[in-house]
């Protein structure tokens, strides 16, 4: 960046390698593009070297410590994305819950949603502005800092994934609490639903103000609803969020950017995941990439969906499981990444060879094909 000038979304370097946008849309690849969900994580020691002495959110709201975490795999490994260093639970922080992490047992709400009347204790209106900036300035930091080497993508939790977590007070097996509200309070449940919409639809157009050239949406906990509870309390929220979101770039003349939706485990509700309006649909490493073809069509671009824990095996065999991910998947409309995110016991020499392996199995399949 030059000078002294303030950082501020515009005037942005050119974008040098947009092959991960591209296929986002559809259009034509050389190669297959390639990222990792969690690439900026604890499997890096330089990332836990970053992080040793600050409370995790705490590091979220520091712009220039989300903006030299988001960048350290790119200094490692020829990704062809970035995404910004942040979490799903500063949507709920925004609406005035305290969430905490707590060492050894994940992220933690002190007073989570019990009753009904819990709600009224939520913001109803939030200034995305005011409460997220932080999030903003770290996207435009970031987005100057990677001087056009890669896209940055933006994200945020979807309003099921966060209402389990706000009513739970934490990671569960069974989400037996929040799928208590949907069966006991669905008119509450809709009210909550909503509320956490309207504040993601701002949040992630605040993103693409800030400089986001992507957006992914989170349905982390798809997998604890059966279709018909997903069906009701799911994917209409996820279909608003996209709408909305596409509606409001519109009316602001913000870029209307590629759009990805990645619910875990909602292997029945492929097809309408297909048609919720987004351009991208993420894949878990459950799915057949041959069924997720057949059940989406040829009018979106998958994104997946290698299992994580394949980068445990040998060099040689992630060499081996990625050919036979990307001949499944075939080179065009599709982005590679795992079916999960990075677990931080992985080897960054093995995350090396899985993206070299998706580079030159899919340069070498469109040479041949």
Not at 30 to 44: D, F, I, K, S
Not at 211 to 227: C, D, K, R, T, Y
Not at 339 to 358: I, K
Request: hydrophobic share 40%; charged share 20%.
């Amino acid at each position: 960046m030059a000078g002294n000038s303030p950082v501020g979304p515009q005037g942005f370097p050119a974008l040098k390698n947009d092959t991960f946008l591209r296929a986002a849309r559809g259009e034509e690849t050389e190669y297959t593009p390639v990222w990792c969900m969690r690439q900026a994580g604890r499997y890096l020691p330089e990332f836990r070297e970053t992080r040793a002495a600050q409370d995790f959110f705490a590091t979220c709201r520091s712009p220039e410590t989300c903006c030299e975490l988001t960048l350290q795999p790119l200094r490692r490994f020829p990704l062809d994305a970035a995404i910004i260093f942040s979490d799903i639970l500063v949507v709920p922080q925004a609406l005035g819950m305290e969430v905490v992490m707590v060492p050894g047992k994940g992220p933690t709400f002190p007073e989570p949603l019990k009753e009904v009347e819990d709600l009224l204790k939520l913001r109803q209106k939030v200034d995305v502005s005011a409460e997220l900036g932080y999030v903003f300035q770290a996207i435009t930091l970031t987005r100057h800092s990677l001087e056009g080497r890669v896209p940055l993508i933006g994200f945020s939790g979807a309003p099921w994934t966060l209402m389990s977590y706000m009513i739970e007070g934490g990671g569960s097996n069974t989400m037996a609490k929040a799928k208590r509200w949907l069966y006991r309070h669905p008119e509450a449940s809709h009210r909550l639903l909503q509320l956490l919409r309207d504040v993601i639809v701002d949040y992630l157009v605040g993103q693409v103000a800030a400089g986001a050239q992507a957006l992914q949406v989170f349905e982390s906990h798809a997998g604890h609803l059966g279709p018909e509870q997903f069906r009701e309390f799911a994917l209409p929220y996820i279909r608003d969020i996209a709408a909305g979101v596409k509606s409001r770039l519109q009316a602001e003349a913000l870029p209307v950017v590629p759009m990805i939706v990645f619910a875990k485990d909602a292997h029945y509700a492929l097809p309408e995941l297909a048609q919720a309006g987004y351009e991208v649909l993420g894949l878990d490493w459950t799915i057949p990439p041959h069924d997720a073809r057949a059940q989406t069509g040829h009018g979106i671009t998958l994104q997946g969906n290698l299992d994580p824990c394949a980068l445990y095996a040998p060099k040689e065999k992630i060499g081996d499981l990625v050919k036979r991910m990307i001949e499944e998947f075939g080179t065009q409309r599709y982005i590679a990444n795992l079916g999960h995110g990075l677990y931080p016991d992985m080897s960054p020499e093995h995350v090396g060879a899985f993206v070299e392996a998706v580079h030159t199995h899919s340069r070498h399949l469109n040479r041949h094909n």
